[in-house]
């Protein structure tokens, strides 16, 4: 059971818009950044977002995230079939002293 | 460019010991702090612990604390994972990630390593 909460799988067509929930508490997403991670299959993961909704330089501006409160969400527009892959929220967490990730959300391109 | 690779990885049989290592390069090391992250076949990415820059500040996951150490050497460029009493939950990919930021103590990781696999078994 992860501390924060992702729907386990997304699903769209090329061109669409999908979006990524991810569900915490204020001891974790509330009070401090959120980070989401892209990992292809076989590969490390990838900082995909960085503190919050900032993009690291190389990744598409079709990935946008947002926060508030004690959720998250990651949106990723014009669908394509590269972006086929296991996405995770991740966050430090106050009361635990360490890093909590979602469960992982699988984003298939139909 | 930065790298980081992991070795030290392998078969060992439950309350046994290993050690991970990780080599880096192609950034300031003493700079930055360095987690450990792992991910059982098939499931999630889950934290295993974090180190300070310079060492003095560590974080465990609950469920490794008191069995599994995390060190660094700066001279050396290399972060370690030691890992004691080991178990069969403990059977994952094990990956070294640079943090993004200035603090450990955030969830921000712009580099990891291939991932060493360490499996717990008799």
């Known amino acids: 059971q992860s501390v924060l909460t992702q729907p386990p799988s997304v699903s769209g067509t090329p061109g669409q818009t999908v979006t990524i929930s991810c569900s915490g508490r204020?001891?974790?997403?509330?009070?401090?950044?959120v980070y989401w991670y892209q990992q292809l299959p076989g590969a490390a993961p990838k900082l995909l977002i960085h503190?919050?909704?900032q993009r690291p330089s190389g990744v598409p501006d079709r990935f946008s995230a947002s926060k508030s409160g004690t959720s998250a969400s990651l949106a990723i527009s014009g669908l394509r079939s590269e972006d086929e892959a296991e996405y995770y929220c991740?966050?430090?967490?106050?009361?635990?002293?360490?890093?909590?990730f979602g469960g992982g959300t699988k984003v298939t391109v139909l | 460019q930065v790298q980081l690779v992991e070795s030290g990885g392998g078969v060992v049989q439950p309350g046994r010991s290993l050690r991970l290592s990780c080599a880096t390069s192609?950034?300031?090391?003493?700079?930055?702090?360095m987690h450990w992250v792992s991910q059982a076949p098939g499931k999630g990415l889950e934290w295993v612990a974090a180190?300070?820059?310079?060492?003095?500040?560590?974080y465990y996951a609950d469920s490794v604390k008191g069995r599994f150490t995390i060190s660094r050497d700066n001279s050396k460029n290399t972060l370690y994972l030691q890992m004691n009493s080991l178990r069969a939950g403990d059977t994952a990919v094990y990956y070294c990630?640079?943090?993004?930021?200035?603090?450990?103590?955030?969830?921000?990781?712009?580099?990891w390593g291939q991932g060493t696999l360490v499996t717990v078994s008799s």
């Open positions: 180190i300070s820059y310079d060492g003095s500040n560590t």
């Open positions: 503190r919050n909704y």
């Open positions: 991740a966050a430090w967490d106050d009361s635990l002293s360490g890093v909590v």
């Open positions: 192609g950034f300031t090391f003493n700079t930055y702090g």
């Open positions: 204020r001891s974790n997403i509330e009070r401090n950044y």
């Open positions: 990630a640079k943090v993004s930021g200035m603090r450990v103590a955030e969830g921000g990781l712009d580099y």
